[in-house]
């Protein structure tokens, strides 16, 4: 195990340790060296940099993924990870909406899809 | 002139003055009624929204058109944008390059090619 | 109730009732201004200009969301939209279908898929 | 030279010789298939098909390739052709600006950037 | 019956046969012509063509709907084409992987559900 | 200097070193960093990993360039490198025109014309 998977994996523990876990067992079978570099490379090399927080990270990766459409599930799984790090749900949606600006309003009707379905399973997991 | 196109003016004044006068000024003989939903929409329905602060949204809006990778212009602008706000030039390149991770690597690096652009413009303005 | 929340209230009336009293409820407890954003901008601000009839709108509308293959869920609302305001199944399909040259082939075949649930849909609710 | 290519040129005659013709040369010691193609395929086979009439393919054309934003020299071509076909330059401005709400304010801003270029070219070719 | 049209029918029976038909089906009632173009263009045109082996073709395909990340239902198909014309499952998963490059993770691991689900309906069909 | 970076490194020089050294003084100044994981993860961890070879690996990154359409200087890049690993001029026109089928004619032709530059400037190159 390099030094890189294990910064990435505290890292991945802090963010957002369950959507990692999950998606390291799907990736056992078919393609581990992905979830490998997914430990590795985002969250070893990015996301431990300083320079810029972890809640502005987060809003980051909501907006961007928010803006493509193309990834409703690390959407909501990035929804969750920025609650983890100091993210509002109020702040969560207020991205998500300014997207309509950038990326058209479909784009945020289905982000807030996203988060609508994010917030209930994290209610969910606590009950 | 509408109290959101006001609002819209007075935003735009404190986050991004001197491009939203030259988009206006191009869109005057074509379409003068595109600059001033610029205004009123995006600037004064959401940028003045409370529940998330503007350094949080330049950072979402510059995450956001890197990841798109379509509109260079508007990423030059917001990187501007974002400097006004109280991003730190670091920030922003960190913003950027965490975009490899979500939209690959070609639009990390041409979104630092908008950053150096807007950084010189920057600098030349200020001869 | 502002006046272009009014007007766009009115267009939507008369393009696409239930699809958004459908959005309205789905955003009302998690983004409701969102759901009023819509109302507003899209319905208040554009579909309401002269210049271009609706007809001819909705055709943009449904070719660009064709086009771009992330919104498949609006897509279908703006199918049944555009044959409110006098588009025939069969010029709908004629435009999804030549979106196949600008967007490729994968993009159109989704988009008649699309076609395919809403006027099931329709022909559901008219039973 | 097969009947669709021969059916493409002449639909390409009516719609946009010059814009084909400048394809056609520039890809005629690289690429020569493609240039065909584009006659038999987009021209040939979905523009003569009858069910759509021409005005409202380009206005299909137009919103698409406005709202995909990786293509301003096909969208420029494109709104010639769209004028050549019946659009007032008034119906092509307000299609660019509804695509703002589908597909974000920079791909109008930049589909205007494209208008005004295509306008331009037209007025200068007729001098 | 075109000659393009049999010589596509003959490529899609050594590519993919059974994902054709299905295609055909579904859009049998709705768009018949666009099943046709699918087998005229794409496989009677352009995948018959020399200069590039079947093998090659569908590295291509599978990375640029990966990348894409709009047409998940068509990756699946290309997956298994890929695999009916010589490649492994080994190389397609290199492919996907390597996507996260040029598309980002997301788009990767996305990827990866495709192949995964493929994979598993085509055990599913030998059983 | 970590093993990651000096495989990449290894691999750059023999796929495409102009290109890298270009890229690494370009943001020396702004972001160095990401010439470093340029280095480390594409060609350190992904081009150097058995069980695809280097020719398919540019098939598939030509593709995905040429259909994504946001990256033309990377696409132009890769067409290069694709040439110095076994990829002939024909079988580089094939896979981007092979892209109109999977994303539009737009992408296929904007595709050509990146390969028209690399094309030209290798020529120019061995003068």
């Not at 294990?6 to 078919?30: A, F, V």
Request: overall charge negative.
């Amino acid at each position: 195990m390099s030094e890189r998977y294990q910064k990435g994996l505290e890292m991945l523990n802090k963010m957002n340790k369950n959507s990692y876990n999950t998606l390291k067992e799907s990736l056992e079978d078919i393609a581990p060296d992905l979830a490998r570099f997914v430990a590795e490379f985002p969250y070893g090399d990015i996301y431990t940099r300083t320079g810029l927080d972890l809640k502005s990270r987060e809003i980051a990766t909501v907006a961007a993924l928010t803006a493509l459409g193309t990834a409703p599930l690390q959407l909501k799984s990035h929804i969750k990870g920025a609650l983890n790090v100091g993210c509002s749900k109020n702040e969560i949606i207020e991205i998500i909406i300014q997207m309509a600006v950038y990326a058209g309003f479909p784009a945020a009707i289905n982000g807030i899809s996203a988060a609508r379905e994010a917030f209930k399973e994290l209610d969910e997991e606590k009950e």
